[in-house]
């Protein structure tokens, strides 16, 4: 059984209502949520967080769905559902 998984693509076609997973080549792949804020137009994809400096924002080039977790039954071996 093989694994369905989006492919992905380019950062404009995102949706700016739900968490997605995002990639660029400094940070690699990370969860985030569109922000609408008065910056770049790029720039509206955080990235982390510090204490120090407060949110980061990246420059995510690409994207994909989050995927749904793996099922777990109730013996504790997993599953992927398709």
């Known amino acids: 059984m093989g694994v369905l998984m989006s492919e992905w693509q380019e950062i404009g076609t995102a949706p700016k209502d ?3 997973l ?3 080549a400094v940070m690699g792949v990370y969860n985030t949520q569109y922000q609408a804020l008065e910056l770049d ?3 509206r994809w955080p990235c982390g ?3 120090w400096s407060g949110t980061w ?3 995510p080039t690409h994207w994909m769905p989050i995927p749904k977790p ?3 039954n109730p013996h504790g071996s997993s599953s992927q559902e398709l």
């Open 41 to 43: 137009e790029r720039n």
């Open 57 to 59: 924002y990246c420059w």
């Open 70 to 72: 793996p099922i777990t």
């Open 18 to 20: 739900k968490p997605i």
């Open 49 to 51: 967080f510090s204490g």
């Open 22 to 24: 995002a990639y660029n």
